[in-house]
């Protein structure tokens, strides 16, 4: 009953710091920032993305702490707080972390099986293994069907590499933030002891120099284009794991005397430095395989599961040395990095809401979101998984979802419960004050550049055309999985909220 009753509270303000960080720092650090600094204009890129840290992503990380803080509850029971019709918006959250994690989790099931292959460089060394590197992804790790429409089975080791993700998931967060804010802490120190292995061994290699001016060099012109600033706004949105439900449920344990506002503003800088520093060990790697290969640098894949999966065993199979080494390393931070965003998802964005809402206990819940996600991404695992997960399901929710439920939600904080409410609370426990430019962040600012990245960058091309060229019946299948579960919100908000203890 102890645990029914009281709340969970994270033991040391630094394994908040470190659970929020490992949240934020995931795959696409190291496999999406490198790569659209080097496509939008190096250091341009880099202003764009600064002005998007401040202007929307440390405001809405103070909104998801500061109101998790405040209600003392994960992002359903904190829409609720401010009035009950508006409950179901903290559940649609929800619904994009429970979907993401899903498939994340299979993403990781394939970085599993690399972490195995690249014990003995199963793909191949020298030419032979690099020309192999694609086929041994899509065709011995993925065993790839044709199209979205040939789903076929279960390829036997990506679902058992999923069952081990889940497990560990369980493992961590079944007895809440005393075993979860520790173990973010040697997960994330492990994590960047790994990428300095990385950054130090790709800026050794030949080739490395002509690699990083690729990453580094300036075009100011960039910063004209509206694609600049839409690639900039898109990766702070998608980075900082806000927009998941999860940051209100972490802003939730911070002790009553936290503080929120230097959180935020550690969890920002903590995720954007890793990003930057990720991108040496990308890009010096990327300019040795442009001089060993002789090919330029439009023909090395450097974003994605093209750089994760392709080129990064390139590189593995044309090292001078110690080649197994580096590929476990590299393998092995990925893994990490992608478990301490999955246990986030898992259990700030979807069991904390339950637990909330319907006095489930933590090991009973936490057992049930595991099974029923396992369950869920036996689809992903599938040959047709490629398609439906990582592609189609993501763009339904880590896209829209996120940045809807974002924009929304900084609405509704910002003027219904009042930012100027908002601010005076968080002031009151945090060393840095923000003033009333915070207001006009959350109220407009925020709102707006979501809803450009979501207009820009998906409405404008998925309305008239087919996304990713499938066909119209695979692509309409983003609208129903928003729809479905706008539906599902609305029915969970409208339903009876238990305590801890079993009331209603």
């Known amino acids: 009953m102890a645990e029914l009753l009281m709340r969970d509270r994270w033991g040391k303000r630094s394994h908040f710091i470190f659970a929020a960080l490992g949240s934020a720092i995931g795959l696409g650090n190291l496999w999406r920032f490198p790569y659209l600094s080097y496509a939008n204009g190096g250091g341009a890129f880099l202003v764009a993305w600064l002005v998007g840290l401040f202007a929307i992503g440390i405001p809405w990380l103070i909104v998801e702490y ?149 990453y580094l060099e300036t075009d100011w012109s960039q910063l004209a284009s509206v694609g600049v600033w839409f690639a900039a706004f898109s990766q702070i949105a998608f980075t900082l794991s806000v927009g998941m439900a999860g940051m209100y449920a972490y802003g939730s344990f911070i002790k009553s005397k936290g503080d929120v506002t230097n959180s935020a503003f550690i969890t920002g800088f903590g995720d954007s430095a890793t990003s930057f520093f990720a991108g040496f060990a990308v890009f010096s790697t990327v300019g040795f395989l442009m001089q060993t290969l002789s090919i330029p640098v439009g023909e090395v894949a450097v974003r994605s599961v093209g750089l994760a999966f392709i080129t990064w065993p390139v590189a593995v199979s044309m090292l001078p040395g110690a080649n197994a080494f580096f590929g476990v390393i590299f393998f092995l931070c990925l893994f990490i990095l992608g478990l301490s965003s999955a246990y986030f998802l898992a259990y700030a964005g979807v069991i904390s809401p339950l637990m909330d809402k319907f006095g489930w206990s933590r090991v009973n819940t936490t057992l049930g979101v595991c099974l029923v996600g396992f369950a869920l991404g036996i689809l992903f695992t599938t040959n047709g998984g490629l398609y439906w997960g990582p592609d189609i399901l993501d763009r339904a929710v880590s896209f829209y979802g996120l940045l809807l439920t974002g924009a929304l939600s900084c609405i509704v904080v910002g003027w219904v419960f009042g930012a100027d409410k908002l601010r005076a609370y968080v002031n009151e426990t945090s060393d840095f004050k923000i003033g009333p430019w915070f207001d006009v962040m959350v109220k407009v600012i925020v709102p707006a550049a979501l809803l450009f990245v979501a207009i820009y960058g998906g409405f404008m091309s998925d309305i008239p055309e087919s996304y990713e060229g499938y066909p119209r019946w695979a692509s309409n299948a983003i609208w129903g999985v928003l729809g479905v579960t706008l539906i599902l919100s609305f029915i969970l908000g409208s339903m009876k909220t238990r305590t801890r203890g079993g009331a209603e």
């Open 66 to 214: 500061g109101m998790g803080k405040h209600f003392n509850s994960s992002a359903p029971g904190v829409f609720a707080g401010i009035g009950k019709k508006w409950e179901w918006l903290g559940w649609w959250a929800a619904w994009v972390a429970f979907l993401i994690v899903s498939y994340y989790t299979v993403v990781m099931s394939w970085v599993l099986r690399y972490v195995v292959s690249a014990a003995t460089v199963e793909w191949g060394m020298g030419q032979a293994g690099a020309a192999g590197a694609a086929d041994f992804f899509f065709g011995t790790v993925l065993r790839l069907s044709g199209g979205p429409g040939e789903i076929g089975t279960p390829v036997p080791h990506l679902l058992v590499g999923l069952a081990v993700v889940w497990i560990l998931i369980f493992l961590v967060v079944f007895k809440g933030t005393k075993v979860i804010g520790p173990v973010s802490q040697v997960v994330m120190i492990v994590a960047w002891i790994f990428l300095g292995i990385l950054v130090v061994r790709g800026v050794t290699l030949v080739g490395a120099a002509q690699g990083l001016n690729y």
